[in-house]
């Protein structure tokens, strides 16, 4: 059974950071692309980044890029988001998403193409 389990949010200033993790079992980890989602109040599900299993690539949405950081430990089977400078409107609950490998490659922006989740954490940013 697949797990995949957030922490690290909670609340800071605008301007602060925030390091969330996401650690993953059931499956080989190694071979999941691993990406961020976040959805605020009101709001659809959005990507925010991914990490791809095969060659590392990383992608990020225009509004994070600059600001927050994909990666992975495979030894750890966990994947982090260090999310810097942040603004009042990263406020939203992150959820941590895995892809294996079968699933193929691209369109790595839809929620619809990760078949895992986890269950969420908090981040609120104040101003």
């Known amino acids: 059974q697949v797990q995949l389990v957030e922490s690290g949010g909670g609340l800071v200033q605008a301007g602060g950071s925030l390091r969330l993790s996401c650690a993953f079992s059931?499956?080989?980890?190694?071979?999941?692309?691993m990406a961020w989602f976040r959805q605020a109040p009101g709001k659809e599900r959005e990507f925010v980044a991914v990490?791809?299993?095969?060659?590392?690539?990383?992608y990020y949405a225009d509004s994070v890029k600059g600001r927050f950081i994909i990666s992975r430990d495979n030894a750890k089977n966990t994947v982090y988001l260090q999310m810097n400078a942040l603004k009042p409107e990263d406020t939203a609950l992150y959820y941590c998403a895995a892809r294996p490998s079968a699933y193929g490659t691209g369109n790595y922006y839809a929620r619809t193409a990760y078949p895992y989740w986890g269950q969420g954490t908090q981040v609120t940013v104040s101003s």
């Open positions: 990490k791809v299993w095969s060659d590392g690539s990383t």
């Open positions: 059931g499956r080989t980890f190694s071979t999941q692309s």
